[in-house]
């Protein structure tokens, strides 16, 4: 069956850098969206970045783009989020998660419940 398991959270400074790994196995093919979502205390998870694994096209959150960059190494079959230049305001629990089926390229991309495989989620405090 398909997993999910996220790592690489933790807590930096205002400013500071992480980069989140998410290792997937379980499934075969090799073309599929991916997505980070996070969450904090108190509101709704929300997609912050996604990537189509096929062909590398992203998709960012408005508040993120400039700072966050989301990548896969076909390699590892891990996807990344290298986030930089981190502010408060980005602390919550990190998800990531796939798609059975890649949305319509765009804000679909950012929608949880186009979703359906998750990862246990990782702290990011800042």
């Known amino acids: 069956h398909v997993q999910l398991v996220e790592s690489g959270g933790g807590s930096v400074q205002a400013g500071g850098s992480l980069r989140l790994s998410c290792a997937a196995s379980?499934?075969?093919?090799?073309?599929?969206?991916m997505a980070w979502f996070r969450q904090a205390p108190g509101k709704e998870r929300e997609g912050v970045a996604a990537?189509?694994?096929?062909?590398?096209?992203?998709y960012y959150e408005d508040s993120v783009k400039g700072r966050f960059t989301v990548s896969y190494d076909s390699a590892r079959n891990t996807v990344y989020l290298q986030m930089d230049n981190l502010k408060p305001v980005d602390s919550a629990v990190y998800y990531c998660?796939?798609?059975?089926?890649?949305?319509?390229?765009?804000?679909?991309?950012?929608?949880?419940?186009?979703?359906?495989?998750w990862g246990q989620g990782t702290q990011v405090t800042v």
């Open positions: 998660a796939k798609a059975l089926v890649c949305p319509r390229y765009g804000p679909d991309w950012l929608i949880q419940a186009k979703y359906h495989y």
């Open positions: 379980g499934y075969t093919y090799s073309s599929y969206c």
């Open positions: 990537i189509y694994t096929g062909g590398g096209s992203t």
